[in-house]
């Protein structure tokens, strides 16, 4: 096993998974223990609750509302993002297959193959575009760039790492062979990790751990801040 | 101690809350939608302008010192240390924000940069930066009971002269019930809806005189005056301390209502931060509006119009406070339409509506007043000119100065008024609207 397969394969899964879970949880209690006295309810408001909540992380209506291009670009790159993560759910473990067809519906390999192909590869596409849209807007449009700095154009060339490696898996030469990486996950979930060989894989891998190891650190837990925030605002 | 001490002391504050500062800090994402929607940055698209850039200037300093991110990667953490020569621009930065909260509706993530923006005038202030001509309302406010440094005598004198302006106008005694203890509503207006735009204390007066509440309410003579510019320099201390005189006196006349007049931010402090704050724990009385008020009167039928009075075209100014901090937006409205012939809306209002450009006490600065002309008036500006009026009502001292000085600075020929002036031009008191209105344009 080489160094950089000991290093992707088999300690920084485990460094990012604990700095992953360790970090958002105590970016969250950190969050929820800081007392707030006193509202600042914006009106007019609908309140906050669960359907109010899911819709702002599912649409972005106040981003609707107030800049339709960004939302576009902001829409497409989150929706592409929860298509491709789901992805990967069938990538390390054989859940959709399994999923499909305890439904009755069964499809043959090559059929789950062509499926993936499909909604993979428009994923793929989407969130290369929809990143580049943004680093261009970050370049590009002066109210953006005059208040850009270092973390957000780290996150951004962070993300286009993982996005081009994964895309380059996706719609390179020789594709992915499923099983190195449903065993790679199994083992490491087992703690005896065995490490895939393609370097391919483990540049992909390695831009994703970096990437997870900085997201509770960054600004990127704007996925999950979203619920403290708006609930400041909109609570009535 | 030193400036860099203050700043960086008050700021690693920030990290014990409030919440809503801490998360402030840490959860912006720079997409730059709260300058796509701002007043100031579209006057002038400047980088100094930018909201995220201005609260960047607390920001970054937090960062340096509060999180993992700035203290192991620094610049690229989004960290940047307290810088002499950045300070000082923070006075100009801080008070070229008019904490209208615009940004807040339309962030993605409901970031509001005034509460940024207030936290950068509250260090201003701890190290006596306050610009001079705010901080002169402010001491005038604590030493007089009110920002114009009126007396008791000026203050009986304006109402003796109402009174007989609208003996003038209707030919019938209309009162207005001074320092009467156990009355049941204690209007307590602008200072300047007494003692100089009268016409909303006559429009006030005249309601209660038709619903034949003459007897049920009374002003003050030690207190007329809501307006609060502890609010706008950031000193809890002196907010509280300018509030605190005017609750007294509500409990002191015994009153079941204290109704607020057409001052945005004197109504956000007494219903939304003073009372659910229990700055001075339960209260007797509730804290109303008045165009709520006279709106629900309108709403029942109580009150009659004579529109033909009010002839011009005429649209709704929302002041920033009343409307996205308090939901009044409806009752002017409801009061404007009853009485004016042609209303007609602002695009976009209510809520959304854009701010005057003097929020945040920017309006009471003289020294700034081109930048008001020029940069943060000039989206009030078009709105008002796209919708053809001839009077804006504004029920906000506030934006009634900034929007008066914006008409005659860009040579508009509009008036600019209040709600309840209109309503004092048209309303019947016993079946006649007023006789005469000479005295304003």
């Known amino acids: 096993m080489s160094g950089i397969e000991l290093l992707v394969g088999s300690v920084l899964p485990y460094v990012a998974a604990v700095a992953f879970v360790g970090g958002i949880a105590y970016r969250f209690s950190t969050w929820s223990r800081t007392p707030q006295p006193g509202k600042l309810t914006l009106y007019p408001t609908e309140g906050w609750d669960l359907s109010s909540a899911a819709k702002e992380a599912m649409f972005f209506p106040n981003l609707f509302k107030g800049d339709k291009v960004l939302w576009l670009i902001a829409w497409t790159f989150h929706a592409a993002l929860a298509l491709a993560l789901l992805g990967h759910l069938r990538v390390v473990t054989g859940f959709f297959d399994a999923a499909f067809r305890s439904v009755g519906l069964s499809l043959s390999h090559a059929g789950f193959a062509m499926l993936s192909k499909i909604a993979g590869g428009a994923a793929g596409t989407a969130l290369v575009v929809a990143a580049i849209a943004l680093l261009l807007r970050r370049l590009f449009l002066p109210r953006v760039r005059e208040i850009s700095s270092g973390p957000d154009f780290f996150a951004l060339l962070l993300l286009v790492a993982v996005i081009a490696s994964g895309d380059a898996l996706r719609f390179g030469s020789s594709p992915v062979d499923l099983a190195e990486t449903r065993i790679w996950a199994r083992s490491l979930v087992m703690l005896s990790p065995r490490a895939p060989t393609n370097p391919a894989i483990l540049l992909h891998a390695l831009f994703a751990e970096l990437l997870i190891c900085y997201l509770p650190l960054s600004k990127l837990m704007h996925f999950g801040g979203l619920f403290y925030t708006m609930p400041l605002v909109r609570r009535s | ?441």
């Open chain 2, 1 to 441: 101690m030193s400036h860099r001490e203050t700043v960086v002391n008050s700021i690693n504050g920030i990290k014990k809350g409030p919440k809503v500062l801490k998360l402030y800090m840490e959860m912006c994402v720079k997409c730059g939608t709260c300058a796509s929607v701002c007043p100031v940055y579209n006057g002038k698209q400047e980088p100094k302008y930018n909201p995220a850039n201005r609260s960047d200037l607390i920001r970054n300093i937090y960062k340096k010192h509060n999180t993992m991110a700035g203290k192991l990667l620094g610049g690229l953490g989004g960290a940047k240390d307290f810088d002499a020569t950045a300070f000082e621009q923070w006075q100009e930065r801080f008070y070229s924000c008019t904490a209208c909260r615009r940004c807040a509706q339309f962030c993605p993530f409901g970031i509001d940069n005034s509460v940024i923006t207030r936290k950068g005038r509250t260090i201003l202030d701890a190290l006596g930066m306050t610009p001079a001509s705010l901080q002169k309302v402010v001491n005038v406010s604590l030493e007089k009971r009110n920002t114009d440094g009126a007396s008791a005598d000026a203050f009986k004198a304006a109402v003796a002269f109402i009174e007989e302006e609208m003996r003038d106008e209707h030919g019938t005694d209309i009162k207005i019930p001074v320092d009467v203890v156990g009355a049941e509503y204690f209007y307590v207006p602008p200072s300047g809806d007494v003692l100089v735009n009268i016409e909303a204390t006559m429009g006030i007066a005249k309601v209660f005189h038709v619903l034949d509440m003459a007897n049920k309410w009374t002003m003050s003579s030690q207190c007329f005056d809501g307006a609060n510019y502890g609010l706008f320099t950031g000193n809890d201390a002196q907010m509280k301390a300018i509030n605190g005189p005017v609750v007294e006196e509500a409990k002191r006349l015994g009153v079941k209502y204290l109704l607020m007049g057409e001052c945005g931010h004197a109504f956000r402090v007494m219903q939304r931060m003073m009372q659910p704050g229990k700055w001075w724990g339960e209260l007797p009385f509730q804290v109303i509006n008045c165009m709520e008020w006279t709106a629900d009167h309108i709403n029942t039928g109580k009150l009659q119009f004579d529109k033909s009075k009010n002839p011009q075209p005429v649209t709704c100014h929302d002041p920033c406070n009343f409307a996205k901090s308090c939901n009044i937006i409806e009752a002017p409205r409801v009061i404007l339409r009853a009485c004016c012939s042609d209303f007609r809306e602002m695009t976009p209002h209510g809520a959304e509506n854009w701010c005057c450009g003097g929020g945040g006490g920017l309006s009471a600065m003289n020294n700034i007043k081109e930048f008001r002309m020029t940069v943060s008036g000039i989206k009030k500006r078009d709105q008002i000119h796209a919708t053809g009026a001839a009077y804006v009502a504004a029920a906000c001292s506030n934006c009634k100065r900034q929007i008066n000085q914006l008409v005659e600075h860009h040579k508009m020929g509009v008036s600019v008024g209040g709600v309840h002036d209109l309503l004092s031009r048209a309303i019947l008191v016993d079946g006649n609207a007023a006789r005469r209105v000479d005295y304003y344009q």
